[in-house]
């Protein structure tokens, strides 16, 4: 058909130069056009009787190049924080012996929701990148990578207890709490 004002129509692509396969023998080589750099942290509280833990604040600072389009971006962080903190805090398969998976439904599997959700904060800082497009780097998986760590630190720090398994329950807070109590100035869970 026609149009009185045809849609615009773009095409392009952007291919980054200089990148290499890792060496076998060393593991070195550069496999990536740029790197994006950033840090998060995480506000908790702890409840002592229900071992329930209350994120109150998360933070995210990423240097993810020129961000061209800001709303965007911060979109895209904070959804990416949204789903480490469901990792961090509730979501895990639970398996049957024989392979099944037991809360395959959203009874059983429960996942955040707007009421779980604490403050965030998004911060960028721009430093332009040479070879990423407009000056731009990767962001889309930044803003999940660290907090689930920063979740488990907190607690960590708050109870004197480390955490190496995901996710950290209340269950799992009332065991080291109990521990605690018992004697053991600070424990490990897996």
């Given amino acids: 058909g ?3 004002n045809p849609p615009v129509i773009g095409r392009g692509m952007f291919v980054p130069r200089g990148l290499t396969f890792p060496d076998p023998a060393t593991g070195q ?8 750099f950033g840090c998060q942290g995480v506000d908790v509280e702890i409840d002592p009787d229900s071992g329930q833990i209350h994120v109150l604040k998360m933070v995210s600072a990423q240097d993810a190049g020129k961000i061209i389009n800001p709303v ?5 962080v ?28 959203f009874v ?13 904060e998004v911060i960028f800082i721009e430093t332009p990148d040479a070879t990423g ?8 998986e930044h803003g999940i990578v660290a907090i689930p760590p920063a979740v488990a630190n907190a ?11 995901l996710p950290v ?21 897996w």
């Fill in 2 to 4: 026609s149009a009185l």
């Fill in 29 to 36: 080589g550069n496999m990536a056009a740029s790197w994006t």
């Fill in 72 to 76: 965007t971006a911060r979109g895209q």
């Fill in 78 to 105: 904070e959804g990416a924080m949204t789903m480490a903190l469901g990792a961090a805090l509730m979501e895990k398969l639970k398996f049957a012996p024989d392979g099944r998976i037991l809360n395959a439904g």
């Fill in 108 to 120: 059983d599997y429960r996942i955040l929701c707007a009421a779980d959700m604490p403050e965030m």
């Fill in 133 to 140: 497009p407009y000056g731009a780097r990767g962001l889309g």
């Fill in 155 to 165: 607690v960590a720090r708050a109870l004197g207890v480390e955490f190496y398994e």
């Fill in 169 to 189: 329950t209340p269950d799992q807070i009332m065991t080291a709490l109990e521990t605690r109590r018992e004697g053991g100035a600070s424990a490990t869970f």
